[in-house]
Nanobody, 113 residues
Framework: QVQLQESGPGLVKPSQTISLTCTVS?????????WSWIRQPPGKGLEWMGA???????YYNPSLKTRTSISRDTSKNQFTLQLNSVTPEDTGVYYC??????WGQGTQVTVSS
């Protein structure tokens, strides 16, 4: 069974970058599937941010594309999210997922000075 675990700073200052890592166990990120980042601002619904395919191709939400980068470290079976130029509106719980069927537990990120 695939398991995913998010990690990264819980507090980021405005204008800085959110950097999160998703560590995957029980399956390889290069074999199959799409590996996504999704977030949920407080009091709002889920927002798909982007994904990296097993092939290494990346896909982004058009509304976030200019600020978002997803990459991977195949030697560690990890994929990462970078969200640049953050504002308090980027505060929320950030999740990584496989094919939107297996999810990590989520990690809270707060953008505040």
């Amino acid at each position: 069974q695939v398991q995913l675990q998010e990690s990264g700073p819980g507090l980021v200052k405005p204008s800085q970058t959110i950097s999160l890592t998703c560590t995957v166990s029980g399956g390889s990120i290069t074999t199959s599937s799409y590996w996504s980042w999704i977030r949920q601002p407080p009091g709002k619904g889920l927002e798909w941010m982007g994904a990296i395919a097993a092939s290494g191709s990346t896909y982004y939400n058009p509304s976030l594309k200019t600020r978002t980068s997803i990459s991977r470290d195949t030697s560690k079976n990890q994929f990462t999210l970078q969200l640049n130029s953050v504002t308090p509106e980027d505060t929320g719980v950030y999740y990584c997922a496989r094919d939107l069927s297996d999810w990590g537990q989520g990690t809270q990120v707060t953008v505040s000075s």
